[in-house]
């Protein structure tokens, strides 16, 4: 038996304007995913609340680590302190050899890498 998890969350369409680059994963292959089960390869499309769906501005591939309160990238020491357990999504966010560390719980938004 599989279990599955409901959110009470509106997620509003990937965004078709200037400000969010065209997205080459399939949108609609997207599923809600905490953050601590976010896996090699999977796209991120948006971080989501009970607000609602956050696109960013450019969709990134996660290469997930294991967090390192210790880390000298600038920004896992700005979340170390955080109320909850941390993973980090990728030890190279876009690039510039920082980290992008998130709070375990926090949904994301994500096309699965077993369908890119
Ligand atoms: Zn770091």
Not at 94 to 113: E, I, Q, Y
Request: charged share 20%; proline share 9%; aromatic share 8%.
């Amino acid at each position: 038996m599989q279990t599955m998890d409901f959110y009470p969350m509106v997620i509003s369409r990937y965004p078709q304007d200037q400000d969010h680059a065209p997205t080459l994963a399939d949108p609609a292959a997207a599923r809600l995913v905490p953050a601590v089960d976010i896996a090699v390869g999977d796209v991120i499309l948006a971080v989501v609340d009970a607000m609602g769906c956050d696109y960013f501005n450019e969709e990134y591939t996660a290469n997930p680590t294991d967090f390192d309160p210790k880390c000298e990238c600038g920004v896992c020491c700005e979340v170390a302190e955080e109320d909850g357990p941390i993973v980090v999504l990728t030890a190279d966010y876009r690039g510039s050899g920082c980290c992008d560390p998130m709070l375990a719980k926090t949904l994301f938004l994500a096309v699965p890498a077993a369908v890119t």
